[in-house]
């Protein structure tokens, strides 16, 4: 019986539903409905993976959702695959038979990389498509918002165009260029603009590589500073919260929603925004004050938002809002297709069977 232990991370309980075969009935029909509007076969999908870790089958595997569940599960454990719980070394001492620890991600920090190494305990990562599809939504709500693209959506005649409360008016092209006849102001370009990154882990990185592919300075603050090659990688420059503030043009979400992030976007952190800013928001819209946000609107110094997270799923028909122009809300769809989560939890059990069949 081959057992691994799995970080209680929800996309993680795929690794229950498809490799053992105690998973409850009410997890495996939940699975099969998640991925059902962009996979015809789910039953199908899940035998496929089964097939492939057939080597390593029959799998107990046991889901643990903080440090102490991890200690106790480990003397048994052949694996363990981690997310954000820390592997440190007295968790490697106490698993004498551990063969791989896989991060679901590519941020190790949270594992005694030494540790493993002494013990010959083979660590490998997993650079998660899913992550890649919200850094991508990410940049889309920035161009969306700083280009009003949803705002002037079909706005192609001079009245339609005024009803917004703009003044179109055609430019004398014998002399100039026709462009933006419609005479939209403020409109903001990534190219030259500084992106202010708050969290540069999994999501923020991805974010960040594709920031600099637009030419955006890129600043980040979170808890604690990367090492240098990892902030040369990225191009990114750590600076204090309150100097991200003043500096960004685009401020983007990518921390966890903890005890301390809850809020962090508040009335302060508004005021001392860079006037004209533009708030993105993919992580969890409680970690930006809701009465401050609608604030900073209501005054015109917050440039305008996005968010695809939001402070009730389903939300509310009136949600207030729905009714700024310069807002654009996303229904939490930032991950994308389903096929996404599929690709990398197919990587994560092949990875799986590969080193633990040896």
């Not at 998640?34 to 029959?58: N, V």
């Not at 991508?136 to 917004?164: N, W, Y």
């Not at 750590?238 to 992030?261: C, G, K, M, N, Q």
């Amino acid at each position: 019986m081959t057992t691994i232990v799995a970080e209680d991370d929800k996309i993680l309980r795929f690794l229950e539903v498809i490799l053992d075969a105690q998973a409850s009935p009410e997890r495996c029909a939940a699975f099969r409905d998640y991925l059902s509007f962009d996979e015809p076969d789910p039953e199908g999908w899940f035998e496929t993976l089964r097939a492939r870790a057939a080597a390593i089958r029959p799998v107990t595997v046991t889901m643990v959702a903080d440090h102490d569940a991890l200690r106790a599960a480990l003397p048994g454990a052949d694996a363990v695959v981690t997310e954000g719980l820390r592997i440190d070394a007295g968790d490697i001492g106490a698993a004498p038979g551990l063969k791989l620890v896989q991060k679901f991600g590519i941020d190790t920090r949270n594992i005694d990389l030494e540790a493993c190494r002494a013990a010959g305990i083979e660590v490998r990562t997993l650079r998660r498509r899913v992550n890649a599809a919200v850094a991508e939504h990410a940049l889309l709500l920035m161009m969306a918002v700083g280009r009003k693209l949803v705002e002037t959506d079909g706005a192609l005649d001079f009245a339609s165009l005024e009803s917004l409360g703009y003044a179109p008016r055609l430019f004398d092209t014998a002399h100039v260029a026709g462009a933006n006849w419609a005479r939209i102001p403020g409109l903001r370009s990534l190219q030259g603009s500084t992106l202010g990154a708050l969290g540069l882990g999994e999501i923020g990185r991805e974010v960040a590589q594709r920031a600099r592919a637009f030419d955006m300075e890129i600043l980040y603050h979170q808890r604690s500073r990367l090492p240098p090659a990892l902030e040369r990688e990225y191009a990114a420059h750590y600076v204090s919260y309150a100097e991200l503030l003043e500096r960004a043009d685009f401020l983007s979400i990518h921390l966890p929603l903890t005890e301390d992030t809850e809020g962090m976007v508040d009335s302060a952190a508004f005021a001392r925004l860079k006037r004209g800013a533009i708030l993105v928001n993919i992580s969890r819209a409680a970690i930006v004050d809701r009465e401050a946000l609608v604030s900073a609107l209501d005054s015109g110094r917050l440039g305008g938002a996005g968010f695809d997270v939001h402070y009730a799923e389903p939300g509310a028909a009136d949600e207030p809002l729905k009714s700024y122009s310069n807002v654009v809300l996303s229904p939490h769809i930032a991950v994308a297709s389903r096929r996404h989560n599929m690709a990398d939890v197919a990587e994560l059990i092949e990875s799986l069977a590969d080193a633990l069949s040896v």
